[in-house]
């Protein structure tokens, strides 16, 4: 069974930065297109950030310039490095991996597979 851990979430204030961490169990899964997604109180899960198998990224426009996705294929390992946080960054953050899928036009949960259970993130002004 894939598993996908998060790690590295937590609480800080405005204009800080967190990296999230995204440990897969399963190395094939790790070679495919990784994900962020990530989930406010009362808002759909939306998507973060993508990294497929040639190591292209994708962004939503919300976090482009403030986040990098970068993966470490040797400790299958994926991470989220998050600047210049805000307010509006506060939520659930979540991993997301393919069991197949090597690249993906748009960040998309349904094109996901596995899920891990979330590590949360908090923002204050």
């Known amino acids: 069974q894939v598993q996908l851990v998060e790690s590295g979430g937590g609480s800080v204030q405005a204009g800080g930065s967190l990296r999230l961490s995204c440990a897969a169990s399963?190395?094939?899964?790790?070679?495919?297109?990784m994900a962020w997604f990530r989930q406010a109180p009362g808002k759909e899960r939306g998507g973060v950030a993508t990294i497929d198998s040639a190591g292209r990224k994708k962004y939503a426009d919300s976090v482009t310039g403030r986040f990098t996705n970068s993966k470490d294929t040797a400790k299958t390992t994926l991470y989220l490095q998050m600047n210049r946080l805000n307010p509006e960054d506060t939520a659930m953050y979540y991993c997301a991996g393919s069991g197949w899928r090597t690249y993906v036009y748009y960040i998309r949960h349904q094109d996901f597979d596995y899920w891990g259970r979330g590590t949360q993130v908090t923002v204050s002004s």
């Open positions: 399963d190395y094939t899964v790790s070679m495919n297109v």
